[in-house]
């Protein structure tokens, strides 16, 4: 499935690595606001930098998903049936809204309390232990989850790395199992900071 790398790289690729990239800036926060401070250090330029890279990708994501509509209008593509289409669109809209949230958010710390890592650690403390916050992340994180699953699955199917029924299963169940580990990973630093308490390598 040649012509379905550029919808794979543009839209899987990019959210994942938004993902990683923030679960290891907020992974220190288990160990305490001062390990936060020290290894997440806020700067208005930082800021700055993490709110283009999330523009670009996401418009990234806008010209893979119309990509895949001009090769496969109506097709799976590189998705194992037309439901798992179906299914990708609609938890990529939900994982990139909260991804943009998230981004709000950390615009509203700084501007708030200013580019201070305490703070804003605080700050983040009083906000996700509110129900409708802590849902909102939980569903965000579940939706990112299920997209960076099956995201993955597709650029190996798109790169002919799977090509009969039996590897496409373990396929799929590597990625989901990977993808799982990634949002339990998030779950216990947002654990952490809803309770106070992690449930690995908690203080």
Not at 61 to 76: I, K
Not at 126 to 134: D, G, K, N, T, V
Not at 182 to 190: A, Y
Request: with cysteine; charged share 10%; hydrophobic share 50%.
């Amino acid at each position: 499935m040649p012509r379905y790398r550029s919808h794979i790289a543009l839209t899987a690729w990019p959210i994942t690595a938004l993902f990683v990239l923030e679960l290891a800036r907020m992974w220190p926060a288990l160990r305490g606001a001062s390990s936060f401070a020290a290894a997440s250090p806020v700067t208005w330029l930082s800021l700055v930098a993490h709110t283009v890279v999330v523009v670009v990708f996401l418009g990234a994501y806008a010209r893979g998903w119309s990509s895949l509509r001009l090769e496969s209008p109506n097709g799976s593509g590189p998705y194992r049936s037309g439901g798992c289409r179906r299914l990708q669109n609609l938890a990529g809209a939900f994982a990139w809204a909260l991804v943009v949230a998230h981004l709000a958010l950390q615009w509203f710390m700084t501007v708030r309390v200013g580019p201070v890592a305490l703070s804003q650690y605080e700050l983040l403390r009083r906000f996700l232990s509110r129900p409708p916050a802590l849902g909102f992340y939980v569903f965000g994180l579940a939706a990112l989850g299920l997209f960076v699953s099956q995201g993955i699955a597709a650029s190996f199917r798109a790169w002919g790395l799977s090509r009969g029924p039996e590897s496409s299963r373990w396929l799929e169940v590597g990625c989901t199992v990977l993808s799982a580990m990634m949002v339990l990973m998030s779950i216990n630093v947002l654990s952490h900071f809803v309770t106070g308490r992690a449930y690995w390598m908690g203080p």
